[in-house]
């Protein structure tokens, strides 16, 4: 079993709908990641959590640290948010993250 | 763009071939990350440095691997004697420190036929 579990792993929805991921991990962490990945392989850092909700736009991202879980929230979504979606986690506190294997986001017009 | 850039994006190698990937940093960062990704998966650690410092190595980083920071700033991965299962995307990160935002490259594919 992966440390890191994310679902679901495929998403496809349409434009407008609010998106849910989720983020389920099994170890004592010292922060969670949400990071976007689009095709060619970059990486965008979207929220460091260690505690609570943050927002940024249209993104929000929570954590229950007592429940190990994680969600990230697209509201309105739009065609330019189909991407892949991993969350990782920062188990020794050096941010030698462990990841999930992410989830392929693809919002249709 | 990130800041961060790694050279160079594409790598096409035979089999027994050495290959060295660079990462440049963000210049004020002191700690800098080598992560692998392979097809469909989430990247996996491989190194961290902390200035010049290497401070930890995953198990992962076989003795064919080996990582360098020299002077703190850029940093090279060289594959010795390549095999078809180093085939993956090389990924570079880099942050203030613990508590910072990570920025990561655009990655280095390898391709060992």
């Known amino acids: 079993k992966n440390e890191v579990e994310q679902s679901p792993q495929n998403l496809t929805a349409q434009e407008g709908e609010f998106i849910t991921i989720n983020c389920s991990y099994s170890v004592g962490i010292s922060a969670l990641h949400w990071l976007q990945q689009h ?15 943050k927002k940024h736009g249209r993104l929000i991202a929570t954590i229950n640290i007592q429940e190990k879980h994680s969600s ?3 509201t309105a979504s739009h065609p330019r948010d189909s991407a892949v979606y991993i969350c990782a986690v920062d188990v020794g506190g050096a941010q030698k993250l462990v990841f999930g294997q992410g989830t392929r986001l693809t919002i249709n017009p | 763009d990130t800041g961060v850039s790694q050279d160079p994006r594409h790598k096409i190698t035979k089999r ?3 290959v060295t990937f660079r990462c440049d940093p963000i210049s004020e960062h002191n700690r800098l990350y080598w992560y692998r990704q392979t097809l469909g998966q989430g990247p996996e650690f491989l190194t961290y440095f902390q200035n010049e410092a290497q401070l930890e190595k995953s198990r992962l980083l076989s003795d064919r691997f080996s990582a360098e920071r020299p002077k703190g700033s850029f940093s090279t991965l060289e594959i010795q004697r390549t095999e078809q299962g180093d085939s993956a ?3 570079c990160a880099s942050s203030l420190g613990w508590g910072w935002e990570l920025f990561f490259g655009e990655g280095s594919r390898l391709t060992v036929l």
Request: charged share 5%; proline share 4%; aromatic share 8%.
């Open chain 2, 16 to 18: 027994g071939q050495n």
């Open chain 1, 72 to 74: 990230l929230h697209i």
């Open chain 2, 89 to 91: 995307m090389y990924l």
């Open chain 1, 39 to 53: 095709p060619g392989g970059g990486i965008v850092s979207l929220f460091m959590l260690s505690s609570g909700k």
